[in-house]
């Protein structure tokens, strides 16, 4: 483990993959890790042995904290806001292109590129404790490139009430009624039990059939590749105000 957080691979004798993340910031992802986990989701995705993928974290109340706000400050043109941001267009557009089926397992805070990695997957379970959080628009750049994948999971209303009311979080429960999360569990010990169970039925079935059946899922967003890097070059652009330094500058001094 290092301060630049890990990336680790597993498969199982069942079929059963598990693509696990680290950073020490709260599961931030910075772009090297961004990167990192966009070839493992892809990796994973062509893994003759795997049948369905499991992604989680580590960590207890954190699932991810989304943009790491040290790489944010120091983007100093348009092209490196571009850069980073497409790291998060890239894992999403990896989990929507994995022929395999990914299931989320969310045992704390989702904020930011935290909901839309969630929101990129095709089952999620949670704990009580994973409540969500779209807070770009107050540091002053917006839910852009992970805005279609959590329209996509919840609807453009409760899309549009997260990334408005951008300071406050919503409870898991709320996650769930809106559609992003299929199960909320109170502890990590029932929820890893029931990711276990659900992730060994879906190994069992016809994997022929879970591709054709992930392409329907995922129909209509065959636009996203140049979608998705069309909104980073948005935040990128956004990263760079005054009002954005301003802003990370003094949070960075309150922690």
């Known amino acids: 483990m290092t301060e630049t957080g890990k990336v680790e691979f597993t498969v199982n004798e069942a079929g059963v993959g598990t693509i696990s993340f680290f950073h020490p910031s709260h599961n931030s992802l910075p772009g090297a890790l961004l990167q990192q986990l966009a070839s ?11 049948k369905v993928i499991v992604l989680r974290s580590e960590g207890e109340r954190t699932f991810c904290a989304g943009a790491s706000f040290d790489e944010l400050i120091a983007i100093q043109d348009k092209e490196q806001g571009l850069e980073f941001f497409s790291g998060f267009a890239k894992v999403i557009n990896a989990c929507r292109t994995c022929p395999k089926i990914i299931i989320s397992r969310v045992q704390g805070k989702a904020i ?26 107050a540091v002053g750049i917006g839910p852009f490139v992970v805005g279609p994948a959590v ?18 979080f919503r409870s898991a ?40 059946l992930k392409e329907v899922f995922w129909q209509g967003t065959e636009h996203w590749d140049q979608l998705l890097v069309e ?11 005054d009002f954005t330094r301003t802003f990370i500058q003094s949070f960075k001094k309150k922690v």
């Open 173 to 212: 429960e709320w996650a769930k009624e809106k559609g992003l999360y299929a199960e909320v569990f109170e502890t990590v010990e029932e929820m890893d039990a029931a990711v276990e169970a659900f992730s060994l039925k879906l190994a069992s079935y016809n994997p022929d059939a879970l591709k054709a």
């Open 112 to 137: 930011g590129g935290g909901v839309g990695v969630a929101a990129a997957t095709d089952y999620c379970f949670a704990t009580q404790f994973a409540s969500v959080k779209l807070s770009e628009i």
């Open 40 to 50: 493992t989701i892809t990796q994973a995705g062509t893994h003759d042995q795997v």
């Open 231 to 241: 909104r980073a070059g948005i935040s990128g652009t956004l990263v760079l105000s």
């Open 151 to 168: 329209e996509r999971k919840i609807g453009l209303s409760a899309f549009s009430q997260l990334a408005l009311d951008a300071t406050e």
